[in-house]
Antibody, heavy 118, light 112 residues
C-alpha cells in the first residue's frame, strides 16, 4: 500500500527557513520522481518542481528557483523541500506527490500547512 | 506557461443529475505520440487531490465509471453522470505536456 506521510504543520517567522519532509512507503522510491506543490486559498495549485530519487536530478518551476530546494534521502525513502527567506506569500499548504511514469500525479501526501508570522 | 481555464458549475447540482466541467488550455496538449496530456483531479473537502482521469479520457484505477473525460487538443470536458454526495469537492484540470506543469483554478461542485 503506497503511503506518503508529510511532517506536521509549521509556524515560521518571516525571513526564516523551513524544511518539510515526505516519508514514503509501498513503492520503489529510488526509481521515482517526487514532486512538491503549493496550494493557497482560492483555491489554486502550483507546481514547485520534481526530484528524481535515483540521482537527485531536479526540475524546478522558474517561479520557485531560489525559494525551494528539493532533496531526497534514499536510505529512508524520504523527500524533502527546503523553503528559504519565508514571507507571507509563502504561507500555504504544501503537498508532496509521486509522478507516475505515465505523466500524472498518482499518489499525494496529506499536505502540510506552513504559516508565516512573527 | 500553458494557462488552464476552467468553467463554473450551476451549483448546487441536484443529486442524480449529470454535471459537466469544462477546461480550456492556451496551447494544444496533444503530444506527437498521440496522447493528450490532460489530467483531472478531485479534491474533496479537507483532503488531498486524487487522480480521476489521465491522458484526457482514461479513468484511473478504482474511479467510478460515472466519471468520463473527453475533448480535443485545447478544449476538454469532465462529465459526471448521476452526481452523488461523495462527488462534492473541487475539480482541477492539469496539463503535463510542458514545464512548468500547470493547473486550472478549480471548479467547485455542490450537491442539492
Amino acid at each position: 500500500q503506497v503511503k506518503l506521510l508529510q511532517s506536521g504543520a509549521e509556524l515560521v517567522k518571516p525571513g526564516a527557513s523551513v524544511k518539510l519532509s515526505c516519508k514514503t512507503s509501498g513503492f520503489t522510491f529510488s526509481t521515482s520522481y517526487m514532486s512538491w506543490l503549493k496550494q493557497v486559498p482560492g483555491p489554486s495549485i502550483e507546481w514547485i518542481g520534481w526530484i528524481y530519487a535515483g540521482d537527485g536530478g531536479t526540475n524546478y518551476n522558474q517561479k520557485f528557483k531560489g525559494k525551494a530546494t528539493l532533496t531526497v534521502d534514499k536510505s529512508s525513502s524520504t523527500a524533502y523541500m527546503d523553503l528559504s527567506s519565508l514571507t507571507s506569500e509563502d504561507a500555504a499548504v504544501y503537498f508532496c506527490a509521486r509522478i507516475s511514469g505515465s505523466h500524472y500525479f498518482d499518489y499525494w501526501g496529506q499536505g502540510v500547512m506552513v504559516t508565516v508570522s512573527s | 506557461d500553458i494557462v488552464m481555464t476552467q468553467g463554473a458549475l450551476p451549483n448546487p447540482v441536484p443529486s442524480g443529475e449529470s454535471a459537466s466541467i469544462t477546461c480550456q488550455s492556451s496551447k494544444s496538449l496533444l503530444h506527437s505520440n498521440g496522447k493528450t496530456y490532460l489530467n483531472w483531479y478531485l479534491q474533496r473537502p479537507g483532503q488531498s487531490p486524487q487522480l480521476l482521469i489521465y491522458w484526457m479520457s482514461t479513468r484511473a484505477s478504482g474511479v467510478s465509471d460515472r466519471f468520463s473525460g473527453s475533448g480535443s487538443g485545447t478544449d476538454f470536458t469532465l462529465k459526471i453522470s448521476s452526481v452523488e454526495a461523495e462527488d462534492v469537492g473541487v475539480y482541477y484540470c492539469q496539463q503535463f505536456l510542458e514545464y512548468p506543469l500547470t493547473f486550472g483554478s478549480g471548479t467547485k461542485l455542490e450537491i442539492k
